[in-house]
């Protein structure tokens, strides 16, 4: 697999067709996905308006990339500066560092309940937000209260603004719980929602 920015050019040559420069974008979300893979794919695919069949509008790839690409450029800018300083910590024997690298993702379990705005937008908010359990959404910045959704085995509390799962993300998911997502993921994938 190759990096980002070579996927991102793939997504824009246009002497490729639709359906690679799209494959191209497929893999710039699985090497930066801020909300997940899933939820991080249908948010892109539809700010960007990206059709069931990317032929009808090739540049919905474009714009959908050129989204993921200023999200991803705000969490390098706060990565490179955190680099900076765990170098000089490294130096000096720190081995943990302190503060730990910048968080690039929340998990959204639901991937068609995520925010709406932006994702250059809402990544300055996923870099502050603290590790581990959250008592209340970093994404929202209100009160919004929480909300149970249950992916058929297990029950996800989710900030009822955003989506954001405030318990994190299972280590080990519950059995079958691909299974029951399976259907509606495929509709998802396949942009049919």
Do not use: N
């Amino acid at each position: 697999m190759g990096s980002f920015t070579t996927h991102r050019l793939r997504a824009h040559d246009r002497t490729r067709s639709p359906v690679q420069r799209f494959g191209a974008l497929r893999t710039c979300i699985a090497e930066f996905a801020p909300y997940g893979f899933r939820a991080t794919y249908h948010h892109v695919c539809r700010s960007a308006g990206i059709p069931a069949e990317p032929e009808v509008d090739s540049e919905a790839v474009v714009r959908a990339v050129e989204e993921l690409h200023a999200a991803r450029e705000i969490w390098l800018a706060e990565f490179r500066v955190w680099q900076v300083r765990r170098r000089t910590q490294k130096a000096v024997g720190v081995r943990i560092p302190d503060p730990p690298e910048p968080r690039r993702l929340l998990w959204y379990p639901d991937p068609e309940f995520h925010p709406a705005e932006p994702l250059a937008a809402v990544m300055p908010r996923i870099l502050r937000a603290p590790a581990g359990d959250l008592a209340e959404c970093p994404v929202c910045e209100a009160g919004r209260g929480r909300k149970s959704w249950h992916d058929g085995f297990t029950e996800h509390q989710l900030c009822a603004g955003c989506g954001v799962s405030l318990a994190g993300r299972p280590t080990e998911p519950a059995p079958g719980v691909e299974a029951a997502r399976a259907e509606r993921w495929r509709l998802v994938w396949r942009r049919r929602v």
